[in-house]
């Protein structure tokens, strides 16, 4: 059974020098929490749920407060990112009440692909800046208007990477894919479409405007130093129903992974990084 620690030994080895930048980890600090733009998030209607201003205050101000029990701080989330590994993100339970592992695209290697894909529901997604999407000549799969998912999840057409590959299945074929996403000097004549990779089109913002995973997974990959692009996918049991809190904290606890609420990491953007988007 791969491990944590093996995916991550094995993204380290697979990375080029070039991918070896620091994870920015911004520190705690007592009454240091900034406000979105004059205090208020600045929400845009039409693709689901949103934070409001009032949301942030309370979030930024459990910043310095330690995590809840079998919780990982924010910083511990950034640095298995940063490292190659995973994280285990949970949304709010009135929202999907679901579990995510997330990763840094420009880190993924066949080994944490075939980790993915072990525990996960398997439909492999991304979620990109829409700058990206457009550079990559990526349209949503229906318009925002025609959109009836609950979450207004912003899929696009899927693709896989055309050179290097065979089917696209495979697991070194998906992390070539979502390798190849990550890089800004990858163009979109490089891609097949459709493929077996699921990118997301993230809101501008990030967790601040939109928590969902989606957002997670982007704002998690760029504060971790990698690029805005961040692998996603819903945690399973063995019987294929999905995981809720109490299995989300067995399986973090038993591949040593590091769980984290999509509310903390808004707090901590909230306090900390509002200023970068």
Do not use: W
């Not at 991304?126 to 229906?142: F, H, I, S, W």
């Not at 704002?219 to 690029?227: I, P, T």
């Amino acid at each position: 059974m791969a491990t944590a620690t093996a995916v991550t030994r094995a993204a380290a080895r697979a990375r080029p020098r070039s991918l070896d930048r620091p994870a920015v980890v911004r520190p705690a600090a007592a009454g240091r929490a900034r406000r979105h733009r004059g205090g208020a998030c600045m929400c845009v209607a039409g693709a689901g749920p949103e934070v409001g201003s009032a949301d942030l205050s309370v979030a930024a101000g459990s910043t310095d407060a330690p995590p809840p029990e079998g919780f990982a701080t924010v910083e511990e989330a950034l640095a298995a990112v940063a490292a190659g590994s995973f994280a285990v993100v949970v949304d709010d339970e009135n929202r999907e009440n679901e579990g995510d592992l997330i990763g840094a695209a420009e880190r993924m290697t066949p080994e944490a692909m075939a980790f993915m894909v072990r525990y996960t529901s398997g439909v492999i997604c991304v979620g990109l800046p829409g700058e990206r999407c457009d550079a990559l000549e990526l349209p949503l799969m229906v318009p925002p208007d025609a959109n009836s998912d609950a979450m207004a999840t912003a899929f696009t057409v899927t693709c896989d990477l055309a050179e290097g590959t065979t089917t696209g299945i495979s697991a070194a074929d998906r992390a070539a894919t979502l390798r190849a996403l990550a890089d800004p000097e990858v163009s979109p004549a490089a891609f097949n479409r459709p493929g077996h990779i699921f990118p997301l089109r993230a809101r501008p913002g990030g967790v601040l405007v939109r928590p969902g995973h989606t957002e997670a997974a982007v704002d998690m990959s760029r504060l971790a130093g990698c690029a805005p692009a961040g692998v996603l996918c819903e945690l399973v049991n063995d019987d294929g129903t999905m995981q809720r809190l109490p299995d989300l904290k067995r399986f973090a606890a038993e591949h040593d992974l590091p769980l984290v609420s999509i509310e903390q990491l808004a707090a901590h953007r909230a306090a900390y990084d509002v200023e970068s988007f």
